[in-house]
């Protein structure tokens, strides 16, 4: 979900929908976790203050970025209305970076096509760890809170057709 605000935090909640009966999967990276635990903190949070109940959300956690496709599709098979897919892809010295980075996005693509729970996509794939920290809870908001926000209009969107 593209922000018009610089703070990726700031979301109006009156344009919400009722997110209390709704059951949500949160796909976690454990590469990079001092940002993919913000990251999760903030959707979690989002979720929790706009009506959804603890017990419906679940989180798995998973190895790496790339990893977040396949955690996501079986996620997708628990009775979620909806998968957020957290991680934090930061350019190191090699092309490793430009692999993960398209294939984790063509890889949450292919699932929100394929399959019929909507998966967000949560992966920040920044140039340097300050711009990650920025995005995670820090000087831009938390990416993790847009992230939820979109969960919940797309779980939304997906029950009202």
């Known amino acids: 979900m593209a922000t018009k605000n610089t703070n990726l935090s700031e979301y109006d909640k ?3 929908p009722n997110a209390e009966d ?4 949160i796909v976690v990276s454990e590469w990079n ?5 913000g990251l999760f903190q903030g959707a979690y949070d989002t979720l929790i203050e706009n009506g959804v109940d603890a ?3 679940l989180r798995w956690n998973v190895p790496g970025s790339y990893e977040l496709i396949y955690g996501s599709k079986k996620m997708q098979q628990y ?5 957020i897919a957290i991680g934090s892809v930061i350019q190191g010295e090699t092309k490793h970076f430009d692999f993960v980075c398209e294939a984790v996005a063509q890889g949450i693509k292919d699932l929100n096509v394929q399959h019929d729970v909507p998966v967000i996509f949560c992966v920040l794939t920044d140039m340097n760890m300050q711009q990650a920290i920025d995005r995670s809870g820090g000087k831009h908001g938390n990416k993790g809170t847009e992230a939820a926000v979109a969960a919940i209009k797309m779980a939304y ?3 009202s057709l």
Not at 22 to 25: E, Q
Not at 33 to 37: G, K, S, V
Not at 79 to 83: L, P
């Open 79 to 83: 009775n979620v209305d909806a998968v």
């Open 55 to 57: 017990e419906n959300i």
């Open 33 to 37: 976790d001092n940002i993919t635990e």
């Open 14 to 16: 009156a344009t919400i």
């Open 22 to 25: 709704f059951r949500f999967g």
């Open 157 to 159: 969107l997906n029950t």
